[in-house]
């Protein structure tokens, strides 16, 4: 509403100034009296008022309209943002999920291979029921130990030997016979046994 009356006014100020020219031109004593010219001089100013006042609210309506452009735009980007931050959140907690699976059921796969390779024979560890003695005792042997260090235990048990144990008690072969999951399996089931430090 306010830009069509900015434009009527406008078109309406242009045409008074083009009669005013051309009647002036015509005539040599125009205006004619004194009141014409007041007359003519207030309602042009009236005229040239009208459009200013309407020109500035046509800019302020556009500047309005700009601006709920630019809050609508951010709040679908913060939308966006929300629904891209809650589908990362379910993803990693899946992720979470899927790895506590994985680390569940290596460790049991782990206890598997622990008992079928005669391990219990050797070690004492609790959760396994065994009381073996011909090796450390494993519950305290590798409490607080990080997954490093039973890998080496495994695949290498003469890098670091326990007191009051000899070298080459443990087979030396366990990192060729045992396939890498089977290993990572091992680890992950003694880290859980012992309270590793993961």
Not at 34 to 46: E, F, Q, Y
Not at 178 to 185: G, K, L, M, N, V
Request: charged content about 20%; hydrophobic content about 40%.
């Amino acid at each position: 509403m306010n830009e069509t009356l900015f434009y009527v006014l406008g078109l309406a100020l242009v045409a008074v100034a083009l009669i005013v020219s051309f009647v002036g031109l015509r005539w040599d004593k125009f205006p004619t009296t004194r009141g014409v010219l007041v007359g003519g001089t207030v309602a042009v100013t009236a005229l040239v008022l009208a459009t200013m006042t309407f020109a500035w609210r046509n800019a302020e309506d556009e500047q309005a309209h700009h601006q709920a452009e630019l809050a609508e735009a951010a709040e679908e980007s913060a939308e966006e943002g929300e629904d891209l931050e809650v589908a990362e959140q379910v993803g990693s907690e899946a992720e979470d999920v899927t790895t506590e699976e994985d680390a569940t059921a290596a460790a049991e796969q782990g206890g598997e291979l622990f008992a079928s390779a005669g391990c219990t024979g050797c070690h004492t560890l609790a959760e396994a029921g065994s009381t073996g003695t011909t090796g450390p005792d494993l519950d305290g042997a590798l409490e607080g130990k990080d997954a490093a260090y039973i890998r080496t235990a495994i695949v290498d048990p003469n890098d670091t030997i326990a007191q009051s144990f000899p070298p080459d008690v443990m087979p030396q072969d366990y990192g060729t016979s045992f396939s890498p999951e089977e290993i990572d399996a091992l680890v992950a089931y003694l880290l859980e046994a012992t309270g590793g430090a993961g």
